[in-house]
């Protein structure tokens, strides 16, 4: 991000601490507090409850199901018909003009002025939200360098791609240094090049620390790669919130193995004597090796599950890792074929969430999948 960007965004919504007393903790980027917003008679947002601190959030559900509302009510395009919600601490029913000066919004529809060039409507865009004309004119070339549009600033904004269309309008989101970026569909319609160009900019704008990401998306794959917590909305209602990352990170902790004992020559087995560890009621036949390896990982405190003949989920416990799996198996002269980490991936997540009937602001935590 240009230097001057980067200066600005420290500067909107700052305040320096007082070196005498501690700094108070931060708010949280966005608390929903029994969020209820009804148009006409219909109720489109039901008791949403929540509170995010993530640096990327994903706002995931099918069309129709509340997240361009959601975006539009913390802009204070909507009331609240009852509770409230808090952007970075501030309620958006008595705040939305601080509210507004903290939010960079890039929507879903275009809204462009007919005959303007790129430089002029971000330059008007920068103006409106309160930076002076010459700040504004400097920074709105700054941000479409940014984007990728600087050799193209000049032309009608009339003259350009959807891919262009798009990078205009998150420019203009970001020309004044916001703390919260809202972006309603960003990928809409983009061919794969402009789509990767613009979830690359969204990590760009994440891992920069300066500014923190509400994505609003139908597409799965665009919030997982973007976000660290992600929300799903379920009919006006908050089916699930998970946090990615945590995912992510319990993930590795379950592991799939494919185990094999060293092949013994073909001996006539003795009248009453066990070939293999026989199975008891609901379990899986084992050879003793691999049985003997079972109970080895779990003496190192794994929890274990046969899934076949020879085949072994696991959970790791803190401080056991991978290796030594392999050395209980080089005791043991067990041959681990193949070992898989588990994954719940967000998928599985929203597929879950679709299934279920979530209660009115109810905000359900996805647990990591066991054994």
Known sequence: MPETLEHAVKEVG???PSAAAPAPPAPPLLELDGLTVKLGRRTVL???AASLRGRAIGLLGPNGAGKTTLLHTLL?????????ARVLGHDVRTATREIRQLLGYMPENDAFIAGMSGVRFVRLMAELSGLPPEAALERAHEALFYVGLGEARYRPIGSYSLGMRQLAKLAQALVHGPRLLLLDEPTN????PARARMLELVRDVRDAGEVAVLLSSHLLRDVELCCD???VIKNGRIAV???????RASNRRFLELEIRGPQAPSVPVPDGAAAATPAGPGE?????LEAAFAAAAQGLGCEVAWSGRQRLKLVLPEGVEVAD???LAAEREVQIRRLAFERTSLEDIFLSAMETRPRAGASREVPVGGL
């Open 14 to 16: 700052t305040e320096r």
């Open 325 to 327: 799996l392999y050395r």
């Open 241 to 247: 919130t998970a946090d990615l990352a945590a995912e």
């Open 284 to 288: 899986v036949e084992s050879e003793p």
């Open 229 to 231: 917590e992600v929300v």
């Open 46 to 48: 039901d008791g949403l």
């Open 76 to 84: 204070g395009f909507h009331l609240p018909s009852s509770g409230t």
């Open 189 to 192: 319609g983009l061919d794969p």
